[in-house]
C-alpha cells in the first residue's frame, strides 16, 4: 500500500502538472473493482489495483480521471478532450483496458 503512495501520487500530479490541472486530492483506496474516480469537489480515487496494471493502461486511467475534473460526465465533450490529453483515440483506450482487465489481468487471491 505504501508503494503505491510513493508511485502513484506523484505520478497523478506530475500528468496534472503537464496538463496545467489542479485537484484537490488524492485518495488510493483498498482493492475495489472500480479503477477510480473523481469527485464533484476535484477529489481523485484509485483503487490499489491500478498498480497492477502495464503503464499504457496506467496512463490511460490517470488522464481519464484528470478528464473528469473538466466533465464529470462521459459526455462527447470529454471523450474529445481526453482523445486531446492522450494523443490517440480515448474511446479505443477505454475498450483495450476493458479487454485486458477482462482476459489478461489476474487479480490476486485476497481471502
Same mark, same amino acid.
Given at each position: 500500500f505504501v508503494e503505491s503512495h510513493d508511485l502513484l501520487i506523484p505520478y497523478v500530479n506530475s500528468c496534472a502538472s503537464d496538463l496545467g490541472l489542479s485537484?484537490?486530492?488524492?485518495?488510493?483506496?483498498?482493492?475495489?473493482?472500480?479503477?477510480?474516480?473523481?469527485?464533484?469537489?476535484s477529489s481523485l480515487i484509485f483503487s490499489l489495483f491500478?498498480?497492477?496494471?502495464? +503503464?499504457?493502461?496506467?496512463?490511460?486511467?490517470?488522464?481519464?480521471?484528470?478528464?473528469?475534473?473538466?466533465?464529470? +460526465?462521459?459526455?462527447?465533450?470529454?471523450?474529445y478532450l481526453l482523445s486531446n490529453y492522450l494523443e490517440t483515440d480515448a474511446m479505443v483506450e477505454d475498450k483495450a483496458l476493458e479487454d485486458f482487465a477482462r482476459n489478461e489481468l489476474r487479480f490476486p487471491v485476497l481471502f
Open positions: 485537484f484537490k486530492r488524492i485518495k488510493i483506496t483498498s482493492p475495489s473493482l472500480k479503477w477510480g474516480s473523481c469527485s464533484s469537489d491500478v498498480m497492477l496494471l502495464p +503503464n499504457r493502461y496506467l496512463r490511460y486511467l490517470v488522464m481519464h480521471e484528470l478528464a473528469h475534473l473538466t466533465y464529470l +460526465n462521459h459526455s462527447d465533450d470529454f471523450w
